[in-house]
């Protein structure tokens, strides 16, 4: 079940300079920074209400991140989607069509279990499904 949107993820060259700018934007500083070997990305996270903004930085020539700039420039790259039960939701989303790139959860930033849904099946949005490892563990 989908509960609302998690985070948007934005792609940038830099963290540093990124946090710099949004912290003076949104007046706060970020809560959390962390590097996500298995995507090759630094992550930057904000608060914002109930949503999150989290930046992300390149920290291999050959991530997805570092493609995204090049073809695109840095902006929004994802929609996150918290969901309940992630497996489910996946199967459910794969009966009605919808292209998976991951078809199973991984760990992901921030205490997450994600998975991505191809943007060929979602108006060219990449969304990411995520959900609190606590939470799907049966909690």
């Known amino acids: 079940m989908i509960r609302k949107i998690e985070h948007l993820g934005i792609a940038v060259k830099s963290i540093k300079n990124s946090n710099d700018l949004l912290s003076k934007l949104l007046d706060s500083e970020p809560y959390k920074e962390e590097a996500v070997e298995s995507e090759s990305v630094l ?6 209400g109930e949503t999150k903004v989290e930046l992300l930085e390149a920290s291999s020539p050959d991530s997805s991140i ?6 695109r420039g840095e902006g929004i790259h994802h929609i996150a989607l918290d969901v309940v039960g992630i497996e489910d939701e996946l199967k459910r989303l794969q009966d009605l069509g919808f292209q998976l790139i991951h078809d199973t959860p991984k760990a992901g930033a921030d205490g997450k279990k994600i998975a991505f849904l ?6 060219g949005i990449l969304v990411e ?3 609190d490892m606590e939470s799907s563990d049966g909690d």
């Open 129 to 131: 499904l995520c959900e």
């Open 66 to 71: 570092s493609k995204f700039i090049e073809k």
């Open 43 to 48: 992550t930057s996270f904000f608060k914002l």
């Open 118 to 123: 191809h943007p060929k099946s979602t108006n």
